[in-house]
């Protein structure tokens, strides 16, 4: 069961009992080592796709203003992404590249690199809490819809993704700088798709993606 320890103020903490919910439940059912995983940059035209995965540890999970890595400032994500691997027993990254998300459909390159970020964790997890994908992803995980606003596991795995693929993105802009890609990280803003209509697409691009070819 998930133990708190610290100060904060009585509605942070109701809202964060509230999301460690899934994990308290699996914790009363026997399972000691909860894994949660996300993904990032599913909707995006450009970049990889980055999951992440991580184990929490049931007495450093209360993490003040952990949440759904959507509904957190550049800053606060950072910062919150530090307490996560500073406390968490063990996390993981795996990435999809551009050339292999047309290969395989966006779905099916969702599942993959939630398993690939799963199988690099350094303990194996006890079973896996995953944000919901259209898919099957076998025995061991169990899918939750908006599980990144409802498992702390999950939150956790998609800050994580979140701030390591803005790194990548960040990278990429300055090689492909015409994208502005420092600022959309490879969405469809119009800035972006008046860049694709002028320049056409690079190879960081994911041709399958309606938006990306003309």
Request: aromatic letters at 8%; proline letters at 3%; one cysteine or more.
């Amino acid at each position: 069961m998930v133990i708190f320890k610290g100060r904060m103020n009585f509605n942070e903490t109701k809202r964060l009992l509230s999301l460690c919910r899934y994990e308290n439940d699996l914790y009363l059912d026997g399972y000691e080592l909860v894994a949660g995983v996300d993904e990032v940059g599913r909707g995006s035209l450009a970049g990889p796709l980055v999951a992440a995965a991580v184990i929490m540890q049931n007495k450093k999970m209360m993490i003040e203003d952990i949440d759904d890595s959507k509904k957190l400032n550049e800053v606060k994500r950072k910062h919150i992404f530090k307490k996560i691997v500073k406390n968490c027993l063990c996390w993981s990254v795996a990435k999809i590249p551009p050339g292999e998300i047309d290969r395989l459909s966006i779905t099916k390159a969702n599942i993959i690199v939630f398993k690939k970020a799963v199988s690099s964790l350094r303990v194996k997890p006890d079973i896996v809490l995953a944000d919901f994908v259209n898919g099957d992803l076998g025995e061991g995980y169990l899918p939750v819809v908006r599980g990144d606003q409802l498992s702390i596991s999950i939150a956790a795995a998609s800050i994580i993704a979140k701030v390591i693929r803005d790194k990548i993105m960040l990278k990429l802009s300055k090689y492909y700088p015409e994208y502005g890609l420092e600022s959309n990280k490879g969405y469809g803003t119009r800035q972006h798709l008046r860049s694709l209509e002028k320049y056409g697409p690079s190879v960081i691009h994911r041709a399958s993606f309606r938006g990306v070819l003309s």
